[in-house]
């Protein structure tokens, strides 16, 4: 099994921006590829951290899902939301193994 995670923060004043696009990206990947996407937000620390979240099969399975993401207009309307609620500097992707 394989966990792919992204942290980011978002821009001042727009974390409950943030929050409606989590929920509207949780039913995209549900729907769309049958994934659960699993949101998290920091409660102390940086303020408006968040942390995504998505297990998959095999890294051949995670390289599916993201190419098909490429290729998806309804992901790429949700991406250039993304684009306007965190900051450019914050994200950190991260991929791992169960041991």
């Given at each position: 099994?394989?966990?792919?995670?992204?942290?980011?923060?978002?821009?001042?004043?727009?974390?409950?921006?943030?929050?409606?696009?989590?929920?509207?990206?949780?039913?995209y990947f549900m729907q769309e590829h049958g994934k659960s996407l699993e949101v998290f937000y920091q409660a102390f620390g940086t303020p408006g951290a968040f942390q995504?979240?998505?297990?998959?099969?095999?890294?051949?399975?995670?390289?599916?899902?993201?190419?098909?993401?490429?290729?998806?207009?309804?992901?790429?309307?949700?991406?250039?939301?993304?684009?306007?609620?965190?900051?450019?500097?914050?994200?950190?992707?991260?991929?791992?193994?169960?041991?």
């Amino acid at each position: 099994m394989n966990r792919y995670v992204v942290e980011f923060r978002t821009v001042a004043g727009k974390g409950n921006g943030a929050m409606q696009l989590f929920k509207e990206m949780k039913e995209y990947f549900m729907q769309e590829h049958g994934k659960s996407l699993e949101v998290f937000y920091q409660a102390f620390g940086t303020p408006g951290a968040f942390q995504v979240a998505m297990d998959f099969d095999s890294l051949a399975q995670l390289e599916t899902v993201a190419q098909s993401l490429r290729r998806d207009p309804k992901y790429q309307e949700l991406a250039d939301k993304a684009r306007s609620l965190f900051t450019e500097d914050s994200f950190k992707t991260t991929v791992y193994y169960r041991i």
